[in-house]
C-alpha cells in the first residue's frame, strides 16, 4: 500500500513538472533551457519508480530475504547496463532513464519470481 501510494505522489510530481516545468524553466534559467524539459521529466520518472524500489529493499531487508536482494540487483545491473550501452545510439541521452526503469522493472519480476518459487518449494 505504502509502495502504491509513493509510485501515485511520485508520479503526480512528473504530471505536475510536465505542465509547470517549462514555465518555471523559462522564469528561472531563461528560455534556452526550456529544450531540456523532456529529459527533466524522463528523469523524475525514473525517480518515482526509485521511491518504490526503496520501499522495496526495507521490506526484504526487514524480512531478512538477502537473496532476493541479491538477485533483484543483479538482474538490475544485467538488464540495465546493455539497455543504457545499446540504447544511446538510438535514443541519446533519454537511453540512461529508459535503461534504469527497465532495470528496475526487471528486477522486480526476478526479485518475485524467486520468491513464488521459493514459496511454492517451501509447500
Request: hydrophobic share 60%.
Amino acid at each position: 500500500v505504502i509502495s502504491v501510494a509513493m509510485a501515485g505522489i511520485g508520479l503526480a510530481g512528473v504530471a505536475a513538472a510536465w505542465f509547470v516545468g517549462p514555465v518555471v524553466l523559462r522564469t528561472v534559467f531563461g528560455a534556452p533551457f526550456v529544450a531540456s524539459q523532456p529529459y527533466l521529466v524522463a528523469g523524475m520518472g525514473v525517480a518515482a519508480l526509485q521511491f518504490v524500489d526503496q520501499i522495496l529493499l526495507l521490506t526484504l531487508t526487514t524480512l531478512d530475504r538477502p537473496h532476493l536482494l541479491t538477485s533483484k540487483w543483479v538482474a538490475a545491473v544485467a538488464v540495465a547496463t546493455p539497455a543504457i550501452w545499446f540504447g544511446y545510439d538510438t535514443y541519446g541521452a533519454f537511453a540512461g532513464p529508459i535503461g534504469l526503469a527497465i532495470g528496475l522493472l526487471a528486477s522486480w519480476m526476478v526479485a518475485l519470481g524467486v520468491s513464488l518459487r521459493q514459496r511454492s518449494a517451501r509447500a
